[in-house]
């Protein structure tokens, strides 16, 4: 029964927190709600200019003199809903259980992540019947907008040595490490000149099914404006370049783009026969993974076109040929993790000049700052003018933790299963915390079971989120329970 009460309070937190509207930038009233939370259970709690939110709570074990540990969570929600939702945001979410799972009841996104974690903590807060440390709360803002709040972070007052992330959406697997990063813009100058062509051609690429340029850059999907610069290689000499585009974001594979050809009417068989052949390579390359076609739609008729100029064309060959894209290095534990990574996002002309947006990526720093050599070094020797911005750092694996053994310990005697320790190639708030609070810190992160997360489809798994915090209390107890073991690593 005690049981049953405890998790109903759990859930009871998740609906609560749920009704405070909590869209990244708009962290002042659920900021506000936590701190008076903790002060209506005598608990010491603060908010900075940034909505962060520290909160302490003293162990629950007379005399405790062992370390002390960090829970760490954002506040911040990504909200989005269905076209046909009636939904207002600031009404905050509903949630209904549905089959064995948590749902937004009104076409939106749910918000379990991070809802979850801010539901642990408050539970966690009311606990005075398990044997717990001393608990530092740290809730941040904006996370899902940059990092934006614990890139702001002052952590002078911070006593932790042993962190935990609550925002992994895996049960049993439990991130050790992740991957910094930096943007990079490039701007490449192009000429134009005016020709008289015979004929022209649109060609649309469609199939390719992108993804996130960390977690999906290894699968080895097609990226479409490697696949433009194909296309238009093939075509020089052949035909001339009026458009070439490739609408998206840094983060994201690129996944659509067009390009527009022409040519005199004696060399249109010798262009469509090489881009049909390229199709059929393309193809296959990319067989099992995606559907790539080549949607050629053919243009008739003399007209003038204002298309770039031989120069100009080679230079946006080599510039899409040599700039990096996909995974450049792999973890040496992990053959399955990339440790270092490049994409290109997007590729779009601005006036005279063709805009790419690039993410770098890696979990070692000094390849992160060998990446940008190398984008500097291509970007002077193809005349392009670059500018890095968004640099973020990386978590590095630790080569021993006790945290990570006492977690392994507690799952696999909870579960009955072996736990998973692996990295995650993008970037989260452990690689800034690992940065300001120093090398000491033995962080890990973990969660329960979400699906979907960032869309209206987002729901959470209601048995592991409670075997979330069970599990969660159950480390606890062992951080204390063998607190002088720990307190001298």
């Not at 074990?61 to 062992?66: A, D, E, L, T, V």
């Not at 905050?92 to 009841?105: P, Q, S």
Request: net charge negative; aromatic share 6%; proline share 2%.
């Amino acid at each position: 029964m005690a049981k049953q009460n405890r998790r109903k309070e759990l859930l009871h937190f998740f609906k609560t927190i749920c009704r405070i509207p909590r869209q990244s930038g708009d962290e002042e009233a659920i900021s506000r709600y936590m701190v008076e939370f903790a002060k209506s259970r005598g608990l010491a709690a603060e908010r900075d200019a940034f909505c962060n939110v520290l909160i302490r709570k003293p162990a629950t074990i007379p005399g405790y003199s062992g370390p002390t540990v960090i829970l760490q969570g954002h506040m911040d929600m990504v909200y989005v809903k269905t076209p046909e939702s009636a939904h207002i945001y600031k009404d905050g979410i509903r949630v209904k259980e549905e089959d064995g799972f948590l749902r937004a009841a009104d076409g939106t996104s749910l918000g379990a992540d991070n809802g979850l974690a801010l539901a642990c903590v408050m539970d966690l807060m009311d606990r005075r019947d398990r044997r717990l440390p001393a608990l530092e709360i740290l809730l941040t803002a904006s996370e899902e907008t940059g990092l934006e709040g614990v890139k702001n972070l002052e952590l002078h007052d911070v006593r932790g040595t042993y962190l935990i992330n609550l925002d992994a959406e895996e049960e049993g697997v439990f991130i050790t490490s992740c991957a910094g990063g930096v943007r990079t813009d490039l701007s490449l100058p192009l000429a134009y000149e005016t020709k008289a062509e015979e004929t022209g051609v649109l060609l649309t690429l469609e199939g390719l099914r992108g993804g996130h340029s960390g977690l999906d850059i290894g699968l080895g999907r097609a990226n479409a404006v490697r696949i433009l610069g194909r296309i238009l290689s093939h075509a020089n000499g052949l035909a001339d370049c009026s458009y070439l585009e490739s609408l998206g974001k840094a983060n994201a594979i690129a996944s659509q783009g067009s390009v527009r050809l022409h040519m005199s009417q004696e060399r249109r068989e010798a262009l469509l026969e090489k881009l049909c052949s390229l199709e059929r390579d393309v193809r296959q390359e990319f067989a099992g993974t995606e559907e790539i076609r080549f949607r050629i739609e053919e243009r008739a008729g003399a007209q003038e076109a204002r298309v770039l100029t031989q120069e100009s064309m080679e230079k946006l060959i080599q510039a899409i040929t040599l700039l990096p894209c996909g995974v450049l290095t792999w973890d040496r534990k992990n053959r399955e993790l990339a440790q270092t990574s490049s994409n290109i996002g997007s590729m779009a002309i601005a006036g005279d000049r063709m805009i790419f947006l690039c993410s770098g990526r890696s979990s070692v720093k000094r390849e992160k700052e060998r990446l940008k050599e190398y984008m500097q070094v291509l970007a002077q020797a193809l005349g392009m003018q670059y500018r890095f911005h968004g640099d973020y750092p990386q978590w590095e694996y630790a080569g021993r933790s006790r945290l990570r053994e006492i977690c392994g310990e507690v799952y696999a005697a909870y579960s009955g299963r072996d736990a998973v320790f692996t990295g995650i190639h993008a970037g989260i708030e452990c690689g800034y915390l690992a940065e300001k609070l120093g090398s000491h810190i033995d962080m890990i992160s973990c969660g329960a079971n979400l699906y979907d997360v960032h869309t209206p489809a987002e729901r959470a798994e209601v048995e592991s989120f409670y075997r979330m915090e069970e599990i969660l209390i159950a480390v606890l107890e062992r951080v204390a329970a063998c607190q002088r073991d720990l307190h001298l690593n």
